[in-house]
């Protein structure tokens, strides 16, 4: 079974900083991957998604994400972050072939982004 | 288009009492998904149904939980008899096709088990 590792629970970020939040998976073969941002009281707004081709995926918000296969990771990153940034982020996967057409997608604990004035 | 819709937004009840949620999907969305969020987690997933057939509940505590989604549109997802562990947000999600990126969340219904 696939598995998503956040490593940073929280992360503190100057407004107008950069930021980079890792996500690391297991998986034998290379799964479908997303972010997702999290709004407190608010339900899952997707960022980007990565399922073939180009490496550096861009998203919303001025979001960008790069696969690294070597690695197992799609950390993402902002170059400027703004205090309305200020969210819960959650790395997801999904297999491409699940058994039975299962797709549920598979969720890191989520990173929590502090941003200071 | 008019997004997930999920109700009630929060629910409390004492344990061992039963509850229900319930989920509109988006129109036309084959594929529909409960999860359950515990504080301070991601999001993990209880059943899957396509249309109105269960693709994948192997994480749904069966003892307790049930879901259906009988004309293959809307569900309900029932807890009898809700424990203090189950005190979290319930969220609903749907989708056309994976590949699409189309999963769309609901807001979720926060349930808290005294």
């Known amino acids: 079974a696939q598995s998503v590792t956040q490593p940073d629970i929280h992360i503190t970020v100057s407004e107008g900083a950069s930021l980079e939040l890792r996500c690391n998976y297991s998986?034998?073969?290379?799964?479908?991957l997303f972010w997702y941002v999290q709004s407190p009281g608010q339900g899952l707004q997707l960022l980007l998604k990565y399922f073939s081709g180009d490496t550096l995926v861009q998203g919303i918000k001025g979001f960008e994400a790069e696969f690294k296969r070597s690695q197992s990771s799609f950390n993402l990153r902002k170059p400027s972050v703004h205090w309305s940034d200020a969210a819960e982020y959650f790395c997801a996967v999904v297999t491409p072939d699940g058994w039975g057409g299962a797709d549920g997608l598979t969720f890191g604990k989520g990173t929590h982004l502090i941003i200071q004035p | 288009e008019a997004g997930v819709a999920q109700s009630p937004r929060y629910k409390i009840i004492e344990k061992r009492q039963s509850v229900a949620f319930w989920c509109n999907p988006i129109s036309g969305h084959a594929t529909l998904y409960w999860y359950q969020q515990i504080l301070g987690q991601g999001p993990k997933l209880l059943i899957q149904?396509?249309?109105?057939?269960?693709?994948?509940d192997s994480q749904l505590p069966k003892d307790r939980f049930s879901a259906e989604r009988l004309k293959g549109v809307d569900s309900t997802l029932k807890i009898q008899p809700a424990k203090l562990e189950d005190s979290a947000v319930y969220l609903c999600a749907s989708s056309a096709d994976r590949r699409s990126g189309g999963y769309t969340f609901g807001s979720g219904t926060r349930l808290t088990v005294v």
């Open positions: 998986y034998g073969a290379t799964p479908y």
């Open positions: 149904f396509q249309n109105n057939g269960v693709v994948d």
